[in-house]
């Protein structure tokens, strides 16, 4: 390091790194007047700047583990009357998918409002999920990002406390090329298994399959979590590249005749132990058409309103909304109600009755 310091002192007091103003009389020796910048040889040592990484494996996780994960739960991230996470039910949330057989959760993904959070927030979450359930269920933290520079700090900091998994969407709003696709993700990859996140319906642009397979020899590349649709999901497999459903009403196709690894899920918020029955009991479509009218309900409008009305319907978690998402209108909790009692009570997370509530019972909070 003493070495790698002195040469970098070095390069700055180099003849090679100067700026002449366009104002001063000096000149080149040929006389020409110049005011361009005049780089170094070499402006970043090799290896000066290390990444934050730990070799520690003793408690990692293979990639191998994550791509065999069938059932991965979208987890959401419950509130406060003043919009601070509330920890306890959001244990109990965790513990409930323990239960119900659920593999995997993703951590401070959309569901999860990882969007909403600071990053501060959202580090915290995951090695809190970490450090109270990392030996009873995987914890896939979205550590992604459309900023590069973020994204690699997230991912740095989401391993250092623990995460078993990172999940990584593609550049959005801003979008890139498919070349900076492929520098992004590449930036990431080193860093732990990472399952890659596509849905064009959010960022903007849809990551080809070319991207992912300049990046499939990469040991770290768990698979694709794909929301584009059973012909992209059937493209993956015949390519042995691992993929997850993204879309809860495709799924059970998607397993049993496409190939796909499983489902990260919303619906499972509500119903793990019936989504695990979808995943792991072979083809059953009369459970999936059970499940479908359930499914259409959560997405009538984006994600993660419709899960968040029905988990307060449920008495499962506070009906604290942080802005810009607000409740389903009345109408709509009417019909959970009745989705509820014709797919069985039992069948979902919690033990008090489904209620509608009124709109002054939710909170809509906008500075937390």
Not at 28 to 42: E, G, I, Q, Y
Request: charged share 20%; proline share 6%.
């Amino acid at each position: 390091m003493y070495q790698q310091m002195s040469a970098f002192k070095s390069l700055v007091n180099d003849s090679a790194f100067r700026f002449v103003s366009p104002h001063s009389t000096t000149s080149t020796p040929n006389n020409t007047r110049t005011a361009r910048w005049v780089s170094p040889k070499a402006a970043v040592i090799p290896n000066f700047h290390l990444p934050m990484r730990s070799f520690e494996v003793k408690n990692r996780t293979s990639t191998d583990e994550i791509k065999s994960l069938r059932l991965i739960t979208a987890i959401k991230t419950p509130y406060l009357p003043d919009g601070r996470f509330d920890l306890e039910a959001y244990d109990a949330l965790v513990n409930m998918q323990i239960q119900d057989g659920a593999d995997g959760v993703i951590v401070g993904g959309t569901t999860g409002e990882g969007q909403l959070m600071s990053w501060d927030e959202h580090i915290m979450l995951i090695g809190h999920t970490i450090n109270c359930f990392g030996t009873s269920i995987k914890v896939i933290g979205n550590t992604g990002s459309n900023s590069t520079r973020e994204a690699i700090h997230a991912t740095e900091q989401g391993f250092a406390v623990g995460m078993h998994a990172a999940l990584h969407i593609n550049p959005y709003y801003g979008k890139t090329s498919q070349e900076g696709m492929v520098s992004h993700f590449k930036c990431v990859l080193p860093m732990g298994p990472t399952i890659i996140y596509n849905v064009p319906s959010r960022t903007g642009q849809d990551i080809p399959p070319i991207v992912i397979q300049s990046l499939a020899e990469n040991t770290n590349l768990a698979g694709v979590k794909e929301c584009v649709g059973h012909d992209r999901v059937k493209e993956y497999t015949k390519n042995d590249i691992t993929v997850w459903s993204g879309n809860d009403d495709e799924c059970h196709i998607s397993r049993w005749e496409h190939g796909a690894t499983g489902v990260i899920s919303v619906t499972s918020n509500l119903v793990p132990g019936l989504m695990r029955q979808l995943m792991f009991e072979g083809k059953n479509p009369s459970l999936d058409a059970k499940l479908l009218p359930l499914m259409k309900w959560l997405f009538c409008e984006p994600n993660p309103i419709g899960i968040n009305t029905a988990l307060a319907q449920l008495g499962v978690i506070r009906p604290v909304f942080r802005l810009p998402y607000v409740p389903l209108p009345l109408a709509k909790r009417v019909e959970f109600v009745n989705l509820v009692k014709d797919i069985g009570r039992e069948n979902f997370i919690g033990e008090k009755d489904v209620q509608v509530l009124d709109d002054d019972d939710f909170i809509l909070v906008g500075r937390y």
